[in-house]
T-cell receptor
Framework: AQKITQTQPGMFVQEKEAVTLDCTYDTSDQSYGLFWYKQPSSGEMIFLIYQGSYDEQNATEGRYSLNFQKARKSANLVISASQLGDSAMYFCASLSSNTGKLIFGQGTTLQVKP | GAGVSQTPSNKVTEKGKYVELRCDPISGHTALYWYRQSLGQGPEFLIYFQGTGAADDSGLPNDRFFAVRPEGSVSTLKIQRTERGDSAVYLC???????????????FGPGTRLTVL
């Protein structure tokens, strides 16, 4: 069974600084995907970034990058130049090659201070 | 373009009643997923459709929960004899189709907040 662990219930960051949100995963699958979603107070889950298990380079999408360390089974999200609008809950999730379902972690609440 | 839509956005019902929650996926997406999110938790998988058929319903908590997708587009999640523990946000997502994790990102709707009194 897959499991996602996010050990930081809450994080603070100063506006314009970078922040790293931690995610570790546990899977026996050879092929899998790792995702990060943002959930603002409005409730909608917004896709941010994806990393495939066979991708050799870390994924990047604008201010978001994924620090993928396969041997350590970690997939940390790095947000550069934080903005006030980044304040939200962030979820890490995994997708097995054998199933279609996402397995989510408990989430990390990020607050950006002006 | 239009994203995933869900109706109603809020539903308040009484214990024991029947409810239906609707999901309209992104046009052209063949895969559709239902998740349930309790307060302060990550979403939990309920059921996944590929086309009209349920490819995996292992997350449905019991036989009070049922979902259909008769024409391979809109889906309805049905809950019979609702209980207070069913109160949660029900999220729907869709993706192009199951092509493996390298290609299949799930896009979520705004959710339906269900409150059972």
């Amino acid at each position: 069974a897959q499991k996602i662990t996010q050990t930081q219930p809450g994080m603070f960051v100063q506006e314009k600084e970078a922040v790293t949100l931690d995610c570790t995963y546990d899977t026996s699958d050879q092929s899998y995907g790792l995702f990060w979603y943002k959930q603002p107070s409005s409730g909608e889950m917004i896709f941010l970034i994806y990393q495939g298990s066979y991708d050799e380079q870390n994924a990047t999408e604008g201010r978001y990058s994924l620090n993928f360390q396969k041997a350590r089974k970690s997939a940390n999200l790095v947000i550069s130049a934080s903005q006030l609008g980044d304040s939200a809950m962030y979820f890490c999730a995994s997708l097995s090659s054998n199933t279609g379902k996402l397995i989510f972690g408990q989430g990390t609440t990020l607050q950006v201070k002006p | 373009g239009a994203g995933v839509s869900q109706t109603p956005s809020n539903k308040v019902t009484e214990k024991g009643k029947y409810v239906e929650l609707r999901c309209d996926p992104i046009s052209g997406h063949t895969a559709l997923y239902w998740y349930r999110q309790s307060l302060g938790q990550g979403p939990e998988f309920l059921i996944y459709f590929q086309g009209t058929g349920a490819a995996d319903d292992s997350g449905l908590p019991n036989d009070r929960f049922f979902a259909v997708r008769p024409e391979g587009s809109v889906s309805t999640l049905k809950i019979q004899r609702t209980e207070r523990g069913d109160s949660a946000v029900y999220l729907c997502a869709s993706s192009r189709g199951w092509g493996g994790p390298s290609t299949d990102t799930q896009y979520f709707g705004p959710g339906t907040r269900l409150t059972v009194l």
